[in-house]
T-cell receptor, first 111, second 110 residues
Framework: NAGVTQTPKFQVLKTGQSMTLQCAQDMNHNSMYWYRQDPGMGLRLIYYSASEGTTDKGEVPNGYNVSRLNKREFSLRLESAAPSQTSVYFC??????????FGQGTRLTVV | TQLLEQSPQFLSIQEGENLTVYCNSSSVFSSLQWYRQEPGEGPVLLVTVVTGGEVKKLKRLTFQFGDARKDSSLHITAAQPGDTGLYLCAGAGNFNKFYFGSGTKLNVKP
């Protein structure tokens, strides 16, 4: 079972560069989420998608955009990376109120 | 600041001791979950509580959801080194929003 797959696992960007983090789930879940986790902190919600075709802002959306390409895929885009966006990014999916499943994370460093 | 605040932020105890982690918010949640996260991995679900006042036990772990559904606690009895990790509470809000707490890093020394 693949579950939630994130790519890439590691990335180093220069300030001002752009990139897209990919996330795909094979569990037929309606809801998908993007979080960032900084050292010593919990996960903060960036954007989420309650269902295919819908997206909405979370706690820390500035500097990010998302696309819910279809039910399986939810991508996160950094248009102009900044050092403050250095973090570990997690994608998650869930259905209803039950367990959320997470990808392995993307470690992003912006220099 | 995060919607869900956890305390303490760090906890270092000896094997065999008991501990309690708290998760507090000013918001009401339809359900609350506790996750454990190992270094380099995503969080993994421990329990979901739905009803105000609900208590659930998972071996040496006891979870409680506050009567007003704004807070929760996790109590570990006779902690073991295998309990070491980052413990996160997460609350389900409106429109499928799903927020995590600030985290409690637990270290259990042999």
């Amino acid at each position: 079972n693949a579950g939630v797959t994130q790519t890439p696992k590691f990335q180093v960007l220069k300030t001002g560069q752009s990139m897209t983090l990919q996330c795909a789930q094979d569990m037929n879940h309606n809801s998908m989420y993007w979080y960032r986790q900084d050292p010593g902190m919990g996960l903060r919600l960036i954007y989420y998608s309650a269902s295919e075709g819908t997206t909405d802002k979370g706690e820390v959306p500035n500097g990010y955009n998302v696309s819910r390409l279809n039910k399986r895929e939810f991508s996160l885009r950094l248009e102009s990376a900044a050092p403050s966006q250095t973090s570990v990014y997690f994608c998650a999916s869930r259905i209803g109120q039950i367990e959320a499943f997470f990808g392995q994370g993307t470690r992003l460093t912006v220099v | 600041t995060q919607l869900l605040e956890q305390s303490p932020q760090f906890l270092s105890i000896q094997e065999g001791e008991n501990l309690t982690v708290y998760c507090n918010s000013s918001s009401v949640f339809s359900s609350l979950q506790w996750y454990r996260q190992e270094p380099g991995e995503g969080p993994v679900l421990l329990v979901t509580v739905v009803t105000g006042g609900e208590v659930k036990k998972l071996k040496r772990l006891t979870f409680q959801f506050g009567d007003a559904r704004k807070d929760s606690s996790l109590h570990i009895t006779a902690a073991q080194p295998g309990d070491t990790g980052l413990y996160l509470c997460a609350g389900a809000g409106n429109f499928n929003k799903f927020y995590f707490g600030s985290g409690t890093k637990l270290n259990v020394k042999p």
